[in-house]
Structures are given as C-alpha cells and as structure tokens.
C-alpha cells in the first residue's frame, strides 16, 4: 500500500499484472500514518462491493494476516502488537499510553532482559505466564503493557472480554463471515521454502534494495531536521529490509569505516534481512495452520482452506495452477469441493497437524530436570518419553551412585581411623 519502494514492499510489478486491475497499491505516502486495520477493512471492503456489484469475482492477495483475518471476521480483531502470532480481543495499547507515576520510565523496564521480563510477570500474573514460552518476549513484554496501563491482569483483562463477548452475542460461533471465502494457502517443503526465501533476499538486493533503504534513510533524515516527529514503529519503517540495514546506513554516513568493514556491516545486516524474512514466514505459516484453521472451523468453514504445495516449481501446473482452477470452477458453480487433504501428501501432513492443534491448549510445563520448557501436553509427554530426557535422569542416577559409593568409602575409612 506505500508509495513508491517496489523492492522493500514487494510490490508486484506492472508487466507482471497482465491486464488486471490491483487496488489499494501506492495509498500511502512515507510521512502519512499507516493505515489502521479498520481503515483498511472499510476501504477493501467498498472496492470488494463494486467489483461483486460488477458480477465479478474480487480476489484478495496477502500480505499480511491480520488484515486479512479482521476483513474476514467481523466480529474479531487482531491486535497489531502480537502481529500474526495472536489473535486477541484487546485494542493495542502504545508505550506513550501507559499510567504515569510507574518507575522512572515503563519503556525501559519493557526493553530489559527477557528473562527479567518473565519473572516479572511470573510474580504479577502466574496464569499469563504459564500460557508463554519464558523466551517469548513479544507477548511477555504485552501482558505486562496491560498489566502497567490498566493495573489489571492481563488473564482477568482477557477472562472479562470472552465473558462479556459471549454473553452478549455468542460471537465465537452464532455470528456470520462477512464474506463466503474459498482460501489457497501457497506453502512449500520447509528446507525448500528457506532457501527461496535466502534467494528471494539475494534478488532484492540486485534489484535495488540498498538504494532503496538509503532513500528512506535520506527522507527520515529530512523529517529529523525539520523536527517532523513520526512513528518509526509502525508501518513502512518495521518493514523487513530497513531497520536491518540501519547498522551500515549510518556507519556509511559517518564515512569513518574503512572499505573492509563497511563490506561485513551491509552482509551482517543482509544476513539479518534473510533471517528475518524466514522467522516471518514461519510466524506465518504458525499463524495460518493454529489462529486462522481455528477461526474457520468455528465457522464450521475449514473446508474452504486448501493448501497449494509450492515445493517443485517443475511440477506448478499439476500441484498449484490445474487444481486451483477445478476448485474455483466447484466454488462459483456451488459443486460439492474436494477433501482438502485429498490434493497432496504435504497437504494431508498439514491438515493431520491442524486437527491435533484444535485439542491442544498452550500451558508451559518446565522441566527441572532439562531445564526445558514445553507448551503443550502432547509436547510435555514426547519429552518425558525422548531419549534426551532419559539420558539427562540416566546422568543424574550415576551421579548420585557415584556420590553414594564415595561418601560410603569415605564414611568406612573415617570409622578405622577412630579406631
């Protein structure tokens, strides 16, 4: 949706769109505010309206999930802050928001170690906790965000909201989608989808991507002077590609760098850009498979998710093109659709592993033992049953036979000395 910056936003180019109208394309400048969710719910759903009005059949490509998800779900909403991980009911609360009169400043606590952070709230809200990985600081940094603007609990926060939500309209179930979807998920074998993802970044850079980031670098610098204050934490500024390539954007300005070192800066920070852009997907693919396929089988619409494996562009007409274009031939004529697990092993895999997440709850166990945390009940009881964790118990007992048996010599030679 932002103007210009086809290589930091991918924007698909012109002699690749044959012939077909794209919307909201190049809406927003780099010195407006980002779109809010809403926003972009009202402006997609009004060109959604007129292109059905025109008999046509409107096709939304993502992008990011949580516009997507909120279009979809009226009766939901995406908090920003948890991005593609969570879905929650709680408007997203900024730093600048929180109560005044906490600890000299609630965004430095916030920036501090993960593990200070956990224990924090381990001692202030013991349910929150037990739902979070101990390493999962996003989240962790959320709960104490409500926790420090409200002076509430996030669990309480989050208990009052689905009481409150189901006694007024049963939302999670009785309420209708705003539309009647038919989703494609595009995925890839894992190792496959890495490596695109490695090459992906590679081509952005041949494309362009520097001079890109040094343009919004210049632009940002431009707002600085004339003290234009803006936003750096939401929008085009947290896109993947700029604040990885900070680091040698500024040591580049400051002309103090030899060639050398420059050179390891601008790799250290493409290598960055590409792991970002694999974590990102994964959160994806996470968020897709777990928040989304819950979503749609409340719905009692799972049916309408199809996964389109990728993994061999050779084999693209039998496994992505051909298929989907049966499957939306069965949609618009309103014929019986196929079993979604039926169109390819990596589907059935997938689709096995979305029904055993609709039963699973998120509660951490730790174990003392490992020293390791598990998320899930099927996990906890892998673990006790891994060879890893039996190795570690295995460790322990010869320890202490081997304590024992010192201790015992140790005992008989101090009892011959008395004598």
Known sequence: MYRGLPIVTNKIPGDERNGIKHHLIDQIGLEENPWTVHEFVEESSKIIDAIRARGRLPIVVGGTNYYVFSLLFPDSTVSRSDDEDEVTTTPAITRSEMKDGCQDSPFEFLEGPTEVLYAKLQEVDPV???????????????????????????????????????????????LAMRYDPLIFWMEAEDAVLKERLNVRVDTMVQSG??????????????????????????????????????????????????????????????????????????????????????????????DKLFLLDCTNLEAWNSMVESPSQQIVQRYTSGQE???????????????????????????????????????????????????????????????????????????????????
């Not at 979070?132 to 909201?161: C, M, N």
């Open 209 to 302: 991507l520097l001079e890109e980031v040094r343009t919004m670098r210049d632009f940002e610098l431009q707002l600085n002077h004339r003290r234009i204050e803006f936003d750096k934490t939401k929008g085009i500024w947290v896109a993947i590609g700029y604040k990885e390539l900070e680091a040698w954007l500024e040591t580049q300005n400051a002309g103090t760098a030899d060639v050398k070192v420059l050179d390891r800066i601008k790799t250290d920070g493409i290598e960055t850009v590409k792991a970002g852009t694999r974590q990102y997907a994964k959160r994806q693919n996470r968020w897709i498979r777990i928040r989304l396929a819950r979503a749609l089988e409340d719905k009692g619409m799972l």
């Open 128 to 174: 929150m906790a037990r739902q979070w990985h101990p390493r999962d600081r996003r989240k962790i940094q959320r709960s104490l965000e409500i926790w420090l603007k409200t002076g509430k609990k996030a669990s309480d926060v989050y208990f009052q909201q689905k009481e409150t939500k189901d006694v007024d309209t049963d939302v999670s179930h009785n």
């Open 337 to 419: 659709l196929p079993d979604n697990k039926s169109l390819s092993p990596l589907a059935y895999q997938t689709f096995s592993r979305v029904d055993s997440h609709q039963t699973q709850t998120r509660q951490a166990q730790f174990c003392e033992t490992c020293q390791k945390t598990l998320m899930t009940e099927a996990e906890w009881k892998k673990h006790l049953q891994s060879s890893g964790h039996k190795k570690v118990l295995d460790g322990i007992r010869r320890r202490i036979e081997r304590e024992n048996y010192w201790n015992t010599l140790s005992k008989e030679a101090g009892q011959k000395d008395t004598c």
